[in-house]
């Protein structure tokens, strides 16, 4: 299958002032004969089809082709072909730009928006004087004038592809470049920040972080070229299109005077990231999106490869969401993920953080040799095409075999326990007697879930600071493992946090790692230290298990490091001298981690009079204010004041919550709620807001 698509993106407004942009296609093969004519055409809107009634029949084997013209707003909406603004030496300037996934390409263009209705996309764009145009492929010469205003550039044909990893751009950005062994790498961004240097940090990885994953996949990048491109205005942090990956501006510069070192590792975890689903989810693509999780969480893990920083940013993050009643399993069944606002549901905590936490777990029992072997036979195998999860645990299983492993059950039965259930467990380990017992962990344990879960659980543990040999299986609630009676000695289980659940023990053994920890630290593993702390009071949260006392041991002109603290200081000390200054500050910000930490530091106000006079809640109402990519940060982080949650709160009730960021948003101006009255306020209103 095939498109030949034409797009013309009109960079200023019509006569009604609105953005529209032109275009048409020619998708299916080489016309073989005449169609039937068409009848009547019309759009089902729950599941976004057009339909094309014919006056006759297709014949089965033959092929035809349609042609489609249509028209579009170029809206500000972040979605589809879409309009981004900025402000350059004073002068507004706009970008034509494209967030296809996960069900936005048909708001383009008529076309088949499904993963596994994967073809090739031949773009051609027609865009202004003074503008480049940018596609997935290389641009096929240079471009030519149609009019003495309006050049075409025609783009090399894609490789097979889903149609959300198509990506076209019209702006008058610049970039860096340079040829890495046989294919060009670029990083586009606003003139003035490539200027200043910005856009270096990211040209100096993306090379060496490609040449990781071909070495790791077996596979070199399939494409030409690897475009990277910071955006005014981007809804998600970042989008893998294949051959030019988008991201926030945020997301992918770095100053490196303004940037802290926060950044700089956000960069380079977000491109490795993105790099990474080259070949894991773009040239082998997951079938529908019910395994969305399998897509996004592989490209966490290996986004952090070598480091323990997953361990924080990632596992302790989603134990918080998936140890509620309202957490949901990794996988869904395909015909529950149908309509659109369902696919959008699919991306959160869960597919990403534990979808990686879960591969790692999995990763560390097999080995990592081992699981690479079985990966890069899965994308040999499955190349251009499509999978289900269960394709991966089989070759996975494979390689597993190939190495003389033994595993309990086969990779799919382990992994079923963990990806078809929702939550996690506890490990309780009596060392007293050895007696060992798993329980769905759960933050209220006395939430009605009635389900009573059994994971297979592969347990990594030391004695007395002795790392033992062999992974021992636990699939049973309750087992008995001689070998974990301590006789005085402490254990620990759940070594390097490999394994994705909590851990537990009788209070002897508690003691005893609490007088490790004081006599000799390092003798327990470093990720281990923050796991018992964090194990500890989150099962002192919960009224069925144990409260463990910790001792006190368990605990510009600015540097780049401490801004966000000192700018909330200083705005919470201040007037309204201090909040003008800061806002003046953000407006004029060329850095644009510079310009989210102003932006968090505004919600800091102490005085309400600041808040609600300078109406910083409704900024985000109005795009040339506050970006409508940052309207829930903004939300959100005045929420987290405890002068301004109630005026979130009402906010969010007067004016709603835009579906993008529905989830961010309720837990946000929430999280401070702690009393039935509150409880009362959220339940009725939300009922009358959300659809059934």
């Not at 149609?146 to 490789?159: D, G, H, Q, V």
């Not at 636990?474 to 851990?503: P, Q």
């Not at 949260?541 to 041991?553: G, I, K, T």
């Not at 401490?562 to 705005?571: E, L, M, N, P, T």
């Amino acid at each position: 299958h095939s498109y030949n698509v034409t797009l013309w993106p009109h960079l200023s407004p019509n006569t009604e002032n609105l953005y529209i942009f032109t275009g048409n296609t020619h998708n299916g093969p080489t016309w073989q004969e005449p169609a039937p004519s068409i009848k009547s055409t019309w759009l089902q809107p729950i599941t976004q089809y057009m339909v094309i009634h014919l006056n006759g029949k297709l014949k089965a084997g033959h092929r035809y082709q349609l042609f489609s013209a249509f028209s579009g707003e170029l809206a500000d909406d972040l979605a589809g072909f879409y309009r981004s603004e900025y402000e350059e030496d004073g002068l507004k300037k706009v970008v034509a730009t494209s967030q296809m996934h996960p069900t936005h390409a048909r708001k383009t263009f008529p076309c088949f928006d499904e993963p596994a209705l994967k073809a090739v996309f031949n773009i051609t764009l027609i865009h202004p004087q003074g503008t480049v145009a940018l596609s997935n492929g290389k641009e096929i010469g240079q471009s030519y004038e149609i009019s003495k205003w309006a050049f075409t550039t025609r783009f090399e044909s894609t490789e097979k592809m889903s149609s959300y990893l198509l990506a076209v751009i019209v702006c008058d950005f610049t970039f860096l470049s340079y040829i890495f062994v046989c294919f060009e790498i670029r990083i586009w961004a606003r003139r003035k920040a490539i200027q200043s240097g910005q856009g270096n940090y990211a040209l100096n990885v993306t090379g060496p972080i490609l040449d990781f994953f071909q070495n790791y996949y077996n596979i070199s990048y399939p494409l030409s070229k690897s475009d990277q491109i910071a955006l005014p205005d981007f809804y998600f942090g970042a989008m893998e299109n294949w051959g030019l990956v988008t991201y926030r501006e945020t997301n992918l510069l770095y100053d490196p005077v303004g940037s802290s070192n926060r950044n700089k590792e956000t960069t380079v975890t977000i491109i490795a990231h993105e790099l990474a689903h080259m070949w894991f989810g773009n040239l082998v693509t997951l079938k529908w999106w019910n395994e969305v999780w399998l897509n996004e969480g592989f490209a966490s893990y290996v986004s952090y490869l070598g480091k323990d920083m997953i361990v924080l940013d990632d596992i302790h993050r989603v134990f918080a969401v998936d140890a509620l009643t309202s957490s949901h399993p990794l996988s869904s069944y395909e015909e529950d993920i149908l309509k659109p606002e369902q696919i959008s549901e699919q991306f959160d905590a869960i597919s990403y953080s534990k979808g990686a936490s879960v591969l790692r777990m999995l990763s560390d029992f097999l080995s990592e040799p081992v699981f690479v072997q079985g990966l890069s036979t899965y994308l040999t195998a499955f190349s251009y095409g499509n999978t289900i999860g269960s394709d991966l645990w089989q070759h996975l299983n494979m390689a597993g075999k190939n190495n003389n492993m033994s595993l309990p059950h086969h990779v799919g039965e382990i992994m079923n326990t963990w990806t078809l259930q929702m939550g996690f467990p506890v490990v309780t380990i009596d060392t007293a007697t050895g007696n060992v017992t798993q329980t769905h962990f759960l933050l209220d344990p006395e939430s009605n879930v009635t389900v009573k879960y059994t994971w297979l659980i592969p347990v990594r543990w030391m004695k007395a600071g002795v790392l033992q040999s062999n992974v021992w299986w636990f699939s049973k609630k309750t087992e008995m493992n001689s070998d974990m009676r301590s006789g005085g000695a402490w254990i620990l289980a759940n070594v390097n946090v490999t394994g994705y659940y909590r851990m537990n023990y009788d209070l002897g053994n508690w003691e005893r790692l609490l007088i490790q920890l004081n006599t000799d630290h390092q003798v327990i593993p470093l990720i281990n230290r923050a796991q018992i702390i964090d194990d500890a009071f989150n099962l002192a949260r919960c009224a069925d298990y144990m409260n463990v006392r910790l001792s006190s041991s368990l605990t510009l002109d600015i540097h780049a490091n401490v801004r966000s603290v000192v700018y909330c200081s200083a705005i919470a000390a201040g007037a309204e001298r201090e909040w003008d200054f800061g806002w003046s500050q953000f407006k004029s910000a060329a850095v644009a981690s510079e310009a989210s930490k102003l932006m968090s530091a505004l919600a800091c106000a102490t005085k309400p009079e600041l808040l609600q006079r300078y109406e910083y809640l409704s900024f985000t109402l109005n795009s040339t204010m506050i970006r409508k990519q940052d309207a829930s940060a903004v939300i959100t982080a005045v929420a987290s004041n405890r002068v301004g949650q109630s005026m979130a709160w009402d906010f969010v009730r007067e004016y709603g919550v835009g579906a993008f960021s529905f989830a961010t948003i309720i837990s946000g101006v929430t999280a401070r709620f702690s009393t039935q009255a509150e409880l009362q306020q959220v339940c009725p209103h939300w009922r009358r807001k959300i659809p059934q």
